[in-house]
């Protein structure tokens, strides 16, 4: 049993949902996801709200039960109110500038680094602070991962690209005598 899956999924005003031969829609204010469901979960909406229920018992419904159940609440969730991660560029020298659909890393390289945007996200850099938002939770997930993999924070001094949240564990490093 699914304590994530047995949850019933609110719609809120302004927001459409619908499910056609597996593929749920919905439609918000700010855009429309689609995605397709295989498997033997029942979907069924109501006016105001969804609920899932597993067709037979197995481990891989069960399984699916709960992803099944985010991935539907992400997906109304994000049509009402983008996602929205921060990445920190720290280091001297350090910075990171929006050009068009492309983003632009200096990060004490020879080069400079280009990552190209996806069309779905909106990001904006000011103050070395990147603002990465979006409609699909694992769009902007995945993005900003992968702008944080090009250079990780280094426990010494804290260069790199960290998110906001993030904690650094500071080491102390060498000691002169």
């Known amino acids: 049993m699914s304590r994530i899956g047995k949850k019933i999924i609110a719609i809120p005003d302004k927001t459409e949902v ?7 829609t919905v439609k918000g204010p700010l855009g429309t996801m689609s995605r397709d469901f295989t498997g033997e979960i029942a979907i069924n909406i109501s006016e105001k709200e969804v609920t899932l229920k597993p067709i037979r018992e197995s481990l891989e419904n069960s ?4 992803t099944y159940s ?15 991660k921060k990445l920190i560029v720290e280091g001297i020298g ?5 050009k068009e659909d492309v983003l632009q890393l200096n990060l004490g390289f020879s080069h400079i680094i280009k990552v190209n945007i996806p069309k779905d996200l909106k ?17 902007v997930g995945q ?4 702008v944080r993999a090009l250079k990780k924070p280094e426990p010494y001094k804290g260069k790199g690209i960290r998110y906001a949240d993030e904690v650094i ?6 000691k002169t005598t």
């Open 143 to 146: 993005f900003t991962a992968q």
């Open 63 to 66: 399984a699916l039960w709960g």
């Open 94 to 98: 350090f910075k990171a500038e929006v």
């Open 18 to 24: 619908t499910n056609s031969g597996g593929v749920v």
């Open 169 to 174: 564990r500071r080491k102390q490093g060498k």
């Open 123 to 139: 990001v904006i850099s000011e103050k070395n602070i990147i603002t990465v938002s979006g409609v699909n939770k694992e769009t």
């Open 70 to 84: 985010s991935h539907i609440s992400n997906m109304v969730a994000g049509v009402n109110k983008a996602f929205e």
